[in-house]
């Protein structure tokens, strides 16, 4: 079974083009979430996916961000107009109920 | 209320040693504290996790202690070894997991031989 995927691991994007990351959960799970690693800090919560439905996206910045996972492939978060505060690792976590597995991560570099 | 308080931002242990990482939190209604590993480059990993009816909770040479009254739990590894040195992090979160995780800031551990 493999683990959470997430690609691509290293993605270096220029001010204003647009960045999706992508993240393929573990066999059997529903659940996605997806946490934002500045340097020296903490994972900060942003969204949580279901199939088709976002549940929760307290986390999320209200502009150029989005998060799907939709009925087919990966769940994809994407970042519009990217600036330079949003370099950073974006992890990708599959839960089937309780315990969340998280992919290594991407991470992004905004030049 | 969401914050979760963890200390030391740092910890340098000799081999052989016990690690204790420390972390504190607001929120009455956290009901799952789990304790992550992160290497450089990689992902969290599950460690150990705990639930608020149970003291203690060991799994190897890891334990996690949890003081409901106190609103504090810790990590203690036993016999710390280098390939232990990682940045660790506590978490907890609510409502029987589905997981939004509220992350501590993150203990960089360093096991010296």
């Known amino acids: 079974n493999a683990g959470v995927m997430q690609n691509p691991r290293h993605l270096v994007r220029r001010r204003g083009q647009e960045a999706r990351l992508r993240c393929s959960p573990m066999?059997?799970?529903?659940?996605v979430y997806w946490y934002r690693q500045l340097p020296e800090e903490g994972l900060k919560f942003m969204v949580y996916l279901q199939k088709e439905n976002i549940i929760d996206e307290s986390g999320m910045p209200k502009e150029r961000f989005s998060a799907e996972f939709p009925k087919e492939g990966p769940s994809i978060l994407r970042i519009q107009q990217v600036v330079r505060g949003d370099s950073a690792a974006y992890f990708c976590?599959?839960?089937?109920?309780?315990?969340?597995?998280f992919g290594q991560g991407t991470r992004l570099t905004v030049v | 209320q969401q914050q979760v308080k963890q200390s030391p931002q740092s910890l340098i242990v000799q081999k052989g040693g016990i690690s204790i990482i420390n972390c504190a939190y607001e929120n009455t209604a956290f009901d799952y504290f789990p304790w992550y590993q992160q290497f450089p480059g990689k992902g969290p990993a599950l460690l150990i996790a705990?639930?608020?009816?149970?003291s203690e909770k060991k799994e190897g040479r890891f334990t996690i202690s949890f003081n409901k009254s106190a609103k504090q739990f810790s990590l203690h590894i036993m016999d710390s070894q280098p390939g232990d040195s990682a940045t660790y992090f506590c978490?907890?979160?609510?409502?029987?997991?589905?997981?939004?995780?509220?992350f501590g800031t993150g203990t960089l551990l360093a096991v010296q031989p």
């Open positions: 976590a599959s839960s089937p109920q309780e315990e969340a597995f």
């Open positions: 705990i639930r608020p009816d149970v």
């Open positions: 978490a907890a979160s609510r409502g029987g997991a589905t997981n939004k995780l509220i």
């Open positions: 066999k059997g799970h529903s659940h």
